[in-house]
T-cell receptor
């Protein structure tokens, strides 16, 4: 069974710091990996999608990487701001059986302190 | 851009009541999904649809039903609501599942359901 794990569950950093959020997955047959942001009481906003053939994707201050061999993805946030405070979820889509769904981690709750 | 729209945003049900959670998307996406999110847990797939008239069970389908009569709409029906169905429900859509560029998923704002 595919599993996606995010550690730590919560992270607090001072404003301006660069930070890395981690996501690990158990099956190297991953098709793509998507990072989402969720604000309290809100839906999920797609941040970045990395295909299995790619190693990284960038959008503004965000950079996501994917290493299938080690079963890891990271989301790098540069020069963090209080507005970055949210829960960040990663989700993997796998080929083969179950390819219709995303397998989600439980998220990392990020607090950026002014 | 409307994207994926869910109604209602909040609802309180009594045990044994029924209700339908509405979901519509305006992106002409083929795939639609219903997930539930419980505190401290990852999102779990309830049902999904690959196109109008085609639906299938996900990981946690018990107590729910779906239909897909049009490309745009994918309602989720709760029959005989139970406290275990207290959760936040998210509808999502994607253009397809084949080929890298078509698989990005877009989510609605969620429906927060409490069963008392």
């Amino acid at each position: 069974k595919q599993e996606v794990t995010q550690i730590p569950a919560a992270l607090s950093v001072p404003e301006g710091e660069n930070l890395v959020l981690n996501c690990s997955f158990t099956d190297s047959a991953i098709y793509n990996l998507q990072w989402f942001r969720q604000d309290p009481g809100k839906g999920l906003t797609s941040l970045l999608l990395i295909q299995s053939s790619q190693r990284e994707q960038t959008s503004g201050r965000l950079n996501a990487s994917l290493d299938k061999s080690s079963g890891r993805s990271t989301l790098y946030i540069a020069a963090s701001q209080p507005g970055d405070s949210a829960t960040y979820l990663c989700a993997g889509k796998y080929s083969g059986a179950g390819s219709y769904q995303l397998t989600f981690g439980k998220g990392t709750k990020l607090s950026v302190i002014p | 851009n409307a994207g994926v729209t869910q109604t209602p945003k909040f609802r309180i049900l009594k045990i044994g009541q029924s209700m339908t959670l509405q979901c519509t998307q305006d992106m002409n996406h083929n795939y639609m999904y219903w997930y539930r999110q419980d505190p401290g847990m990852g999102l779990k797939l309830i049902y999904y649809s690959v196109g109008a008239g085609i639906t299938d069970k996900g990981e946690v389908p018990n107590g729910y039903n779906v239909s897909r009569s049009t490309t745009e709409d994918f309602p989720l029906r709760l029959e005989l609501a139970a406290p275990s169905q207290t959760s936040v429900y998210f509808c999502a859509s994607s253009l397809g599942t084949g080929g890298d560029w078509v698989t990005e998923a877009f989510f609605g704002q969620g429906t927060r359901l409490t069963v008392v």
